[in-house]
């Protein structure tokens, strides 16, 4: 059992020399954070850079590795276009070889010129004029939400033809239309990244991708991290 002591049945010198413990333990604290904190620091400055070199290096040799495989597949993609053709708007290509297949292409992003601003501002004053009723106010819900910008400040063309139906469907001839095609002709779609994908079907049937992007990579098998989880 624990006996619990009072300060009041310590003698002045008892006291001061409990405080003066207990400042030493609080420097000797102080110094422990402190050299770990600089052990830290020492770690880092040791694994960074050589940590940092060798995701350089990976990140050449898929960049080596990208480049040589649109070249390979350079020629065959312009025989299919003057065998076959290739549509203007197709963005990707898949090659297939018994159970491998290489898919290549380049993907885009949203964009919009200057003039969708006046589209946009078109379709406002035409919602502000219907009044403000429950179903006018559910319908301004609706459009507003599908003309919110993304975190890149563009609209989302797939919401823009969201628009178009309801425009169609409900306010045919209007500014709401003639807003909506003021948009669509300012659609300008942005080159984001050529990009590889690549897949072989294993001895089960089962198509499988091989992983091309460090993130998308298994860690080998010996490498536990598991400590890094939550507990719960």
Same mark, same amino acid.
């Given at each position: 059992m624990t006996q619990t002591i009072s300060l009041q049945d310590l003698t002045p010198e008892q006291r001061q020399q409990l405080l003066q413990e207990a400042k030493n333990e609080e420097k000797t604290a102080k110094e422990k954070r402190a050299n770990d904190l600089k052990a830290l620091d020492e770690l880092a400055t040791e694994s960074v850079p050589a940590s940092m070199q060798k995701l350089i290096e990976a990140s050449k040799i898929l960049e080596q590795a990208k480049g040589e495989v649109f070249n390979n597949f350079m020629e065959l993609l312009k025989m299919k276009a003057n065998t076959i053709g290739i549509k203007t708007n197709q963005q990707s290509h898949t090659i297939t070889a018994g159970k491998q297949s290489i898919k290549l292409g380049y993907r885009v992003t949203d964009?919009? @010129? $200057? %003039? +969708? +601003?006046?589209?946009?501002?078109?379709?406002? !004053?035409? /919602?502000? =004029? /219907?009044? =403000? $009723? +429950? +179903?006018? !106010? !559910?319908?301004? %819900? &609706? &459009?507003? #939400? /599908? /003309?919110? #910008? %993304? @975190? %890149?400040?563009d609209l989302d063309s797939k919401k823009v033809i969201q628009l178009k139906q309801i425009a169609d469907r409900d306010f045919p001839d209007t500014d709401f239309s003639r807003g909506v095609e003021i948009i669509q002709e300012e659609y300008k779609p942005k080159l984001s990244r050529w990009f590889i994908e690549a897949y072989q079907t294993d001895g089960t049937g089962i198509e499988r991708n091989i992983p091309l992007s460090i993130t998308s990579v298994d860690l080998p098998k010996d490498i536990d991290l598991t400590f890094l989880l939550p507990t719960d």
């Open positions: 964009g919009y @010129g $200057d %003039n +969708a +601003a006046y589209g946009i501002a078109m379709i406002h !004053k035409f /919602l502000e =004029s /219907l009044g =403000s $009723d +429950a +179903a006018t !106010k !559910k319908i301004m %819900n &609706v &459009v507003f #939400r /599908l /003309l919110q #910008r %993304n @975190g %890149n400040g």
